[in-house]
């Protein structure tokens, strides 16, 4: 019974009670699950999903092409699956795509594609040992450089979701302590940790990690830290309230009385009873932290090409908008907007299940 009746099963049971909290939850899960398995359910598993073919520019979903490979590397270094499907296998072949086959005396002739409407002449290629010739399906088409555009979306999940777990871990470790010290000491400590707070506060986010960005340079691993710079205000200031609030109360004040030391106190007797409110404006900044990463992305300053990411998809493609192929930037932009709700939904389900308004505070 004392299980049944638990804090964390009551807040599991209302989390699930929300329809749409509980469906973002589902999605946040799926994209997690397609983020860790990575190349091993891309069709393109070379690193970044980088395999160029000029002449398939801007292919529409679903097309599908014949390949011939001309030549082979055996110098390629094969992987085992879990190293293929973290950075992928990079490719022991060159092939091209292929309008017609034959073979004859030792060698092979094929057209080379170069157009729906054009045909090349038929030229003589190599004829290479084992397989020779593939198939290859591009499900949602190909961008402007001819790479699977499915491939590069499923990898920009990584991106998205890294740059938002490591922001959120920076943002809560300084909002955290900060808000906590300038809560609970009060006076002085108070007043210049909040003028801190108020200062960066009023700084726009976006400029903000612009600013950081030049100062670190670009790239992948700088980005964390930049969006983390930037979001931890928030979790300062409610951290802040909650511990003025809390500090008063009598188990506090009996801590206090035995002799506990004041890390003790804030760690262990203050801190678990805001871990509700802490959790709600976290999954709040994981939105914020995916919404900064592909600005910054879009605008050059996040991960660099060749690495996938959704904001720089819709950089490469966004002049296609007005074109008849508008799915190159609507595509991760619906992958953002919707991870993003994904997010939001589950920060509105947290904020009611764990009663943030009304919550009853315990030892």
Do not use: C
């Amino acid at each position: 019974m004392e299980a049944n009746n638990s804090p964390s099963r009551k807040v599991w049971k209302r989390f699930r009670k929300n329809k749409l909290a509980f469906g973002g939850l589902l999605f946040i899960v799926t994209l997690i699950i397609m983020g860790i398995l990575g190349y091993a359910i891309t069709p393109d598993q070379t690193p970044n999903a980088n395999t160029m073919h000029l002449q398939l520019t801007n292919k529409k979903p679903g097309r599908t092409f014949d390949f011939l490979i001309v030549s082979k590397n055996k110098n390629i270094r094969k992987v085992n699956f879990f190293e293929k499907m973290l950075y992928g296998q990079e490719a022991d072949f060159k092939s091209v795509p292929i309008t017609s086959y034959r073979e004859s005396q030792g060698k092979v002739y094929a057209r080379e594609y170069i157009g729906d409407d054009e045909q090349a002449e038929e030229t003589s290629f190599p004829l290479v040992k084992g397989t020779n010739r593939y198939t290859q399906t591009f499900w949602l088409g190909t961008d402007v450089y001819g790479r699977d555009l499915l491939s590069r979306l499923i990898l920009g999940i990584r991106v998205s979701l890294s740059v938002g777990l490591m922001a959120v871990l920076i943002s809560l470790f300084i909002g955290v302590s900060l808000g906590a010290l300038a809560g609970y000491f009060g006076g002085k400590t108070d007043a210049a940790i909040s003028w801190f707070i108020n200062v960066i506060w009023s700084l726009p986010s976006l400029l903000l990690v612009i600013a950081i960005s030049f100062a670190l340079g670009k790239g992948f691993w700088q980005i964390f830290i930049a969006v983390g710079l930037s979001t931890w205000v928030d979790v300062a200031r409610l951290v802040r309230g909650q511990v003025i609030a809390l500090k008063e109360v009598e188990f506090v004040e009996a801590s206090k009385a035995l002799g506990y030391s004041t890390p003790r106190i804030i760690i262990k007797h203050i801190l678990p009873n805001i871990a509700g409110p802490i959790l709600v404006v976290a999954s709040a900044n994981f939105a914020s932290a995916i919404l900064l990463e592909t600005g910054l992305s879009f605008l050059g300053f996040g991960a660099q090409p060749p690495m996938a990411s959704w904001g720089g998809m819709i950089k490469e493609h966004y002049g296609y908008i007005i074109m008849d192929a508008a799915y190159l930037a609507i595509l991760p932009g619906l992958a953002i907007m919707l991870t993003v709700y994904a997010f939001n939904l589950l920060a509105i389900g947290l904020r009611d299940a764990f009663d943030v308004k009304s919550q009853n505070i315990s030892v």
